[in-house]
Antibody, heavy 121, light 113 residues
Framework: QVRLWESGPGLVKPSETLSLTCVVSGYSISSSQFWGWIRQPPGKGPEWIGSLSHLGDVYHNPSFKGRLSMSMDTSRNQFSLKLSSATASDTAMYYC??????????????WGQGTLVTVSS | DIVVTQSPDSLAVSLGERATINCQSS????????????LGWYQQKPGQPPKLLIY???TRASGVPDRFSGSGSGTDFTLTISTLQAEDVAIYYCQQFYSAPHTFGQGTKLDIK
C-alpha cells in the first residue's frame, strides 16, 4: 500500500523558515514523474505550491516569489519543502502528493493526510 | 493567472436526485496540440485530503463510481452526480492544470436536502 506522510513543526514563528518533509512508503519516488506540495488555509480552497521530479525538474507557484525551495532525496524516498520568511498568511494544512504520470505536473492522484502548520509568535 | 470560478457555492440535493456543479475558467484550458482540456475535479470530505475524481474534464480516475461524470470544453465545465448518495456529501473543487499556478476553484459544498 502506497502511503505519503508529511512531517515537520506544527508551529513556526513569523520570519522563520517553514520546513516540511514528505516520506513515501510502498512506492519508489523515482517511479513517478512528479511529486508536489499543496496547501489549504482553513476554510479555503487548495493552492498549488510546487512540483518536482527525481530528474531535477522543479516548478514553483510564482506567488511565492523566491521564498520557496524544494528538494528530493531518492535514497530516503522522501522530498522536502522550505518556505522562508513565513507570515501568518502561510498558516494552512500542507499536503504532499503524487502527480498523475503523463498528464501534468500539478494533477494529483495520491495525497498525504496533511499537516497543519501555524505561523504565530 | 487563470482564475477558476465555481457555481454555486453550495447546494442541497435530495438522495437519488441529480447534482450539477459548474466551473468556469478565465481563459481556455483546451490545449490545441492534443485537443485535451486540462481541467480536473476533486472531492474533499471533512478531515481528509482531496480525492481526484475526474481529469481531462471528462475522464474518471481509477475507482471512481460511474455516477460521477464531467463535461465541457474551453472555459465552461460541469461535474454531474447522476444519483446522489449519502456518501457524496463533500466539498467539490475544480482545478486547471493548463498553466502555473494551476489554480483551484473556491469549492462547492454539497449537502443532502
Amino acid at each position: 500500500q502506497v502511503r505519503l506522510w508529511e512531517s515537520g513543526p506544527g508551529l513556526v514563528k513569523p520570519s522563520e523558515t517553514l520546513s516540511l518533509t514528505c516520506v513515501v512508503s510502498g512506492y519508489s519516488i523515482s517511479s513517478s514523474q512528479f511529486w508536489g506540495w499543496i496547501r489549504q488555509p482553513p476554510g479555503k480552497g487548495p493552492e498549488w505550491i510546487g512540483s518536482l521530479s527525481h530528474l531535477g525538474d522543479v516548478y514553483h507557484n510564482p506567488s511565492f516569489k523566491g521564498r520557496l525551495s524544494m528538494s528530493m532525496d531518492t535514497s530516503r524516498n522522501q522530498f522536502s519543502l522550505k518556505l522562508s520568511s513565513a507570515t501568518a498568511s502561510d498558516t494552512a494544512m500542507y499536503y504532499c502528493a503524487r502527480a498523475v504520470d503523463r498528464i501534468g505536473v500539478a494533477l494529483f492522484d495520491l495525497w498525504g493526510q496533511g499537516t497543519l502548520v501555524t505561523v504565530s509568535s | 493567472d487563470i482564475v477558476v470560478t465555481q457555481s454555486p457555492d453550495s447546494l442541497a440535493v435530495s438522495l437519488g436526485e441529480r447534482a450539477t456543479i459548474n466551473c468556469q475558467s478565465s481563459q481556455s484550458v483546451l490545449y490545441s496540440s492534443d485537443n485535451k482540456n486540462y481541467l480536473g475535479w476533486y472531492q474533499q470530505k471533512p478531515g481528509q485530503p482531496p480525492k481526484l475524481l475526474i481529469y481531462w474534464a471528462s475522464t474518471r480516475a481509477s475507482g471512481v463510481p460511474d455516477r460521477f461524470s464531467g463535461s465541457g470544453s474551453g472555459t465552461d465545465f460541469t461535474l454531474t452526480i447522476s444519483t446522489l448518495q449519502a456518501e457524496d456529501v463533500a466539498i467539490y473543487y475544480c482545478q486547471q492544470f493548463y498553466s502555473a499556478p494551476h489554480t483551484f476553484g473556491q469549492g462547492t459544498k454539497l449537502d443532502i436536502k
